[in-house]
């Protein structure tokens, strides 16, 4: 890479940038308009889905770190959007703004202790808030209404075939904003925190400041994917903010490939097809088999199933291999 | 209040030795076991199984616990030894671990809570108080078992071995200390302490599959106050979180007592971020200051 870079190349990367976002909504759009309303159905979970893969890949592709609390950022936003509309008669649009922010400035406040603690001490933290979420949804009645849950209303305009397509757009969005970050000399100097902060702290760089701006933006996607969920779901409960939803995520980015967002929507696609194919099992079946599936690719495949797509395309980097860590 | 005390610090002794067995496992390992809390509810399995094969419950808990430890062990060799030294990985390996086993209980054993045979019946009365004789013995027993763990780690060949990797990898690799080996025997009595808190203080409740969640929340705020990676510390720490929680039953109503160990946990990273982040703001007053007079 030469160390000017022209407009031309700029407009190379913002070109791969948008492939794979502009061929998500054009097939969404496709299985709106011309499937029938259980694909469509399907289609928006995998935007959920991606959008909370998504969301995670911030924190384990380009901060290095495991969060095991992103249910928290998922389920506020719901309850965010639900109580603007049950208790104060905001409409959805401003609701769901309103959500994004909330949950916005939840995840900087959270980022001003998460940007300058690492591994265990991040993971537990991260853990400890689902958990203390879980416990405030369902036990805080006056507000949250308890194990019952709040109901969100629809709009009219929000049907059954515009949501996946809103949806679809609004991951879009997201995934461009990552590609770009990720291209930009922003991201690069982000992935030489993630890789060496002593070093790049050397170097002249702050930290803490590009890993609380990314533990913000991860918030904030899984803010969008909360909103998403809660229209499609049409209600907000405990088991909203549950380690469920934490867990999954962090399952998809895992199962997918952490080396690239890519992985994050081959994880969400693995996760929603799962279910369909196993239809005749119950649901203990299997989470067994995504479990087993979990396990085994952890084990035989460090870099996901995107990481199989590199490796036939031969485009696996040395960076991209295991990271190991140094002795102790 | 004397009443809840004492009920706390033996209950407190059942958490201790949960974590222990997640701090021991963090100290040479330097991973986070999120299935401990499994190895927890399996431990009351293997009670609940032994139990029926007619065997006296002293000797179900001595096999179960065995069972677990011998489980865990032979997972780490075939599954976690690979990845364990990729910290994402290795996290990720023994959360499906757990979901995994989560799962298989539940499809081979269904979801009502059944009971558990129980070591004795009864009141244990002392100075005005009186205690479940159930939770006295488990805690006894716990008290029994961290001694045990300390004269295996200071005095027994395997328990120098242990702490030599817990120490400094490197060192110890170099003085010939088979990691692996160290690694597997490590995992194993760490599955084996949680399985013998779940066959104790099990049969205070009924079993589910499930029951191994809360053990897993209390046990990771009771290693990060404790210290991480410190065995002796946990065992302070569980002491300390079953009084905080006794207490709590006197003022908080039903379902927020689960929040004081969250609490504690979220606090005890604070405090330790914080005496971190102090310390530097120090350090950097300090040396202004060391400049402002050099260059007067």
Redesign the interface.
């Given at each position: 890479m030469s160390a000017q870079t022209t407009p031309r190349d700029r407009a190379a990367r913002v070109g791969a940038s948008l492939s794979l976002p502009a061929v998500y909504v054009l097939v969404t759009i496709a299985i709106v308009a011309f499937g029938s309303p259980f694909s469509a159905q399907l289609s928006l979970n995998l935007t959920v889905f991606a959008l909370l893969a998504l969301s995670l890949h911030i924190i384990v592709g380009m901060l290095g770190e495991v969060s095991f609390g992103h249910g928290a950022f998922l389920g506020s936003a719901g309850y965010v959007l639900a109580i603007a509309m049950d208790r104060f008669d905001y409409s959805f649009g401003l609701a769901a703004v309103l959500a994004v922010l909330a949950v916005g400035a939840f995840a900087a406040v959270f980022g001003c202790v998460g940007a300058r603690i690492h591994h265990v001490q991040f993971a537990m933290l991260t853990f400890a808030m689902n958990g203390a979420a879980v416990i405030v949804a369902s036990n805080a009645r006056g507000v949250t209404n308890g194990e019952i849950g709040i109901t969100v209303g629809r709009p009219d305009w929000l049907t059954s075939s515009s949501l996946p397509i809103i949806g679809a757009v609004a991951f879009g969005v997201c995934y461009f904003a990552i590609s770009v970050l990720r291209r930009s000399t922003w991201g690069r100097t982000a992935a030489a925190v993630r890789e060496n902060e002593p070093l790049s702290e050397s170097l002249g760089v702050k930290p803490w400041k590009y890993r609380h701006a990314l533990i913000t933006l991860s918030g904030v996607f899984a803010a969008v994917a909360g909103v998403l969920f809660s229209a499609n779901l049409r209600i907000v409960g405990p088991s909203s903010v549950g380690f469920y939803y934490s867990s999954v995520g962090l399952l998809l980015v895992v199962v997918g490939g952490r080396s690239h967002p890519a992985g994050a929507v081959i994880g969400a696609a693995f996760f929603v097809a799962l279910p369909e194919l196993l239809r005749e099992t119950s649901s203990t079946v299997q989470i067994a088999i995504f479990a087993t599936v979990l396990i085994l690719s952890i084990k035989y495949l460090p870099l996901g199933l995107h990481g199989v797509w590199q490796n036939l395309t031969g485009r696996v980097r040395a960076s991209a291999a295991r990271p190991q860590r140094l002795v102790n | 209040m004397m009443q809840q005390v004492v009920t706390g610090v033996i209950l407190g002794l059942g958490y201790g030795l949960a974590a222990s067995g997640l701090a021991l496992i963090?100290g040479v390992m330097?991973v986070?076991n999120f299935a401990q809390g499994e190895f927890y509810m399996l431990g009351a399995l293997g009670l609940l199984i032994f139990a029926t094969f007619g065997l006296p419950t002293w000797a179900a808990i001595l096999l179960a616990v065995a069972a677990v430890g011998l489980l865990g062990a032979l997972l780490f060799r075939w599954?976690i030894l690979?990845?364990v030294?990729?910290?994402?990985?290795g996290?990720?390996?023994t959360?499906?671990?757990s979901?995994?086993v989560?799962?298989?209980v539940?499809?081979f054993r269904g979801a009502t809570p059944e009971p558990l045979p129980r070591l004795a019946e009864g009141v244990f009365r002392f100075g005005g108080n009186a205690v479940p004789m159930l939770l006295t013995i488990a805690g006894a027993v716990a008290v029994a078992a961290i001694l045990g763990l300390h004269s295996f780690l200071t005095r027994s060949g395997m328990g120098l071995m242990i702490r030599a990797a817990a120490s400094?990898?490197?060192g110890a690799e170099v003085s010939g200390v088979p990691f692996a080996r160290t690694q597997i025997v490590t995992f194993g009595l760490g599955a084996a302490l949680a399985g013998l808190a779940g066959a104790l203080l099990g049969p205070q409740a009924f079993f589910t599959s499930e029951m191994g969640a809360p053990i897993l929340?209390k046990s990771?705020?009771v290693v990060?106050l404790g210290g991480?990676g410190s065995a002796r510390g946990a065992f302070v720490a569980g002491i300390a979180l079953g009084v905080l929680e006794a207490l709590a039953v006197g003022y908080a109503?039903?379902?927020?007592q689960?929040?004081v160990?969250?609490?504690l946990?979220?606090a005890s990273?604070?405090i330790?971020?914080s005496r971190?982040?102090f310390a530097r703001w120090w350090r950097r007053r300090g040396i202004g200051r060391v400049a402002a007079k050099v260059s007067a």
């Amino acid at each position: 890479m030469s160390a000017q870079t022209t407009p031309r190349d700029r407009a190379a990367r913002v070109g791969a940038s948008l492939s794979l976002p502009a061929v998500y909504v054009l097939v969404t759009i496709a299985i709106v308009a011309f499937g029938s309303p259980f694909s469509a159905q399907l289609s928006l979970n995998l935007t959920v889905f991606a959008l909370l893969a998504l969301s995670l890949h911030i924190i384990v592709g380009m901060l290095g770190e495991v969060s095991f609390g992103h249910g928290a950022f998922l389920g506020s936003a719901g309850y965010v959007l639900a109580i603007a509309m049950d208790r104060f008669d905001y409409s959805f649009g401003l609701a769901a703004v309103l959500a994004v922010l909330a949950v916005g400035a939840f995840a900087a406040v959270f980022g001003c202790v998460g940007a300058r603690i690492h591994h265990v001490q991040f993971a537990m933290l991260t853990f400890a808030m689902n958990g203390a979420a879980v416990i405030v949804a369902s036990n805080a009645r006056g507000v949250t209404n308890g194990e019952i849950g709040i109901t969100v209303g629809r709009p009219d305009w929000l049907t059954s075939s515009s949501l996946p397509i809103i949806g679809a757009v609004a991951f879009g969005v997201c995934y461009f904003a990552i590609s770009v970050l990720r291209r930009s000399t922003w991201g690069r100097t982000a992935a030489a925190v993630r890789e060496n902060e002593p070093l790049s702290e050397s170097l002249g760089v702050k930290p803490w400041k590009y890993r609380h701006a990314l533990i913000t933006l991860s918030g904030v996607f899984a803010a969008v994917a909360g909103v998403l969920f809660s229209a499609n779901l049409r209600i907000v409960g405990p088991s909203s903010v549950g380690f469920y939803y934490s867990s999954v995520g962090l399952l998809l980015v895992v199962v997918g490939g952490r080396s690239h967002p890519a992985g994050a929507v081959i994880g969400a696609a693995f996760f929603v097809a799962l279910p369909e194919l196993l239809r005749e099992t119950s649901s203990t079946v299997q989470i067994a088999i995504f479990a087993t599936v979990l396990i085994l690719s952890i084990k035989y495949l460090p870099l996901g199933l995107h990481g199989v797509w590199q490796n036939l395309t031969g485009r696996v980097r040395a960076s991209a291999a295991r990271p190991q860590r140094l002795v102790n | 209040m004397m009443q809840q005390v004492v009920t706390g610090v033996i209950l407190g002794l059942g958490y201790g030795l949960a974590a222990s067995g997640l701090a021991l496992i963090f100290g040479v390992m330097r991973v986070i076991n999120f299935a401990q809390g499994e190895f927890y509810m399996l431990g009351a399995l293997g009670l609940l199984i032994f139990a029926t094969f007619g065997l006296p419950t002293w000797a179900a808990i001595l096999l179960a616990v065995a069972a677990v430890g011998l489980l865990g062990a032979l997972l780490f060799r075939w599954l976690i030894l690979d990845v364990v030294d990729d910290e994402i990985a290795g996290l990720m390996i023994t959360y499906g671990i757990s979901l995994l086993v989560v799962s298989l209980v539940l499809e081979f054993r269904g979801a009502t809570p059944e009971p558990l045979p129980r070591l004795a019946e009864g009141v244990f009365r002392f100075g005005g108080n009186a205690v479940p004789m159930l939770l006295t013995i488990a805690g006894a027993v716990a008290v029994a078992a961290i001694l045990g763990l300390h004269s295996f780690l200071t005095r027994s060949g395997m328990g120098l071995m242990i702490r030599a990797a817990a120490s400094n990898r490197m060192g110890a690799e170099v003085s010939g200390v088979p990691f692996a080996r160290t690694q597997i025997v490590t995992f194993g009595l760490g599955a084996a302490l949680a399985g013998l808190a779940g066959a104790l203080l099990g049969p205070q409740a009924f079993f589910t599959s499930e029951m191994g969640a809360p053990i897993l929340a209390k046990s990771f705020a009771v290693v990060v106050l404790g210290g991480l990676g410190s065995a002796r510390g946990a065992f302070v720490a569980g002491i300390a979180l079953g009084v905080l929680e006794a207490l709590a039953v006197g003022y908080a109503p039903g379902g927020w007592q689960g929040l004081v160990a969250y609490i504690l946990l979220i606090a005890s990273i604070l405090i330790a971020f914080s005496r971190v982040e102090f310390a530097r703001w120090w350090r950097r007053r300090g040396i202004g200051r060391v400049a402002a007079k050099v260059s007067a």
